[in-house]
């Protein structure tokens, strides 16, 4: 099957985005006054909810209160988000949190290759939009042919929901793309939508299940950045992930699927 197109998720996989994250929201719970903070290990289990308005709810209905403050609390939640994603986007903007090792280079090979390029991500556009411009400057919107946010649709990751918008976006079968991916709930978004999906885990995800996925790298590498033990472990040509051995890969998961 030829490849068309590579799908990318935003947050944990295009750059390490949760400590921005992590950070805009207790700055946004101050604001509130609420007196809430999430602290590194309590944020890395709170990202197993998928969203952040979602993983305020939870986190919400999680705590030892009575159910009168409860109800208090929950139409707040849209407030506290809002204000969370206004701080988000100007820690981003102040260039503080740059590409992961590979992803510029692999998202040039791909375009010079002629590859359509898309995003599916349960972030919102405006968070996509800072991200973007603030590491890849005024041609990042331009680069991705199909943007695909949280916002538009009923259900997000694990559901496959966001990854079926984009593949409809590129009128493309899932055959047809690859998705990256950086954490269990992203792979099971990705593998139900029909995608080939590879894998690059960081400090929030290492420990996730990526049973399923195609391909599991620390980073796609480049030369400044070689991966241990490649060529020859998992990739071919290089010791970073290339467009070649993408396609490579995407070929025998379509070969493993068809049997």
């Known amino acids: 099957m030829p490849l068309y197109a590579l799908i990318f998720d935003v947050d944990g996989t295009l750059a390490d985005t949760e400590e921005a ?21 309590e944020y890395r289990e709170l990202l197993k909810v998928t969203g952040g308005k979602e993983r305020i709810r939870s986190y919400i209905d999680a705590l ?15 407030d506290i988000h809002i204000d969370k994603t206004r701080l988000y986007s100007a820690l981003i903007r102040d260039g503080g949190v740059p590409l992961r090792a590979g992803v510029a280079r692999l ?3 791909a375009t010079a290759l002629g590859y359509k390029l898309a995003i599916a991500s349960t972030t919102t556009a405006v968070n996509i939009d800072a991200l973007l411009e603030a590491t890849l400057g005024s041609r990042g919107l331009d680069m991705f042919a199909v943007i695909a946010c949280g916002d538009q649709v009923a259900q997000k990751k694990p559901a496959p929901d966001i990854y079926q918008l984009a593949l409809r976006g590129l009128d493309l079968l899932p055959e047809h793309a690859v998705a990256f991916e950086d ?6 978004a990705a593998t139900a939508a029909g995608l080939c999906t590879i894998v690059t885990p960081n400090f929030w995800t290492e420990e996730h ?12 590498g480049g030369p400044e950045l070689p991966l241990p033990g490649e060529p020859g472990r998992q990739l071919r040509n290089a010791a970073w992930l290339t467009c070649e051995d993408v396609e490579r890969i995407a070929a025998r998961h379509a070969s493993t699927a068809v049997h």
């Not at 719970?29 to 290990?41: A, I, K, M, V, Y």
């Open 21 to 41: 994250h992590r950070v805009a929201f207790n700055l946004a719970f101050e604001r509130h006054g609420l007196g809430w903070h999430w602290n590194t290990s």
């Open 64 to 78: 030892p209160l009575a159910e009168a403050e409860r109800a208090r609390l929950r139409p707040m939640v849209r």
């Open 107 to 109: 998202l040039d090979e």
């Open 183 to 188: 954490s269990h709930n992203g792979l099971r």
């Open 209 to 220: 299940d990526f049973a399923g996925a195609a391909l599991v790298l620390p980073h796609l």
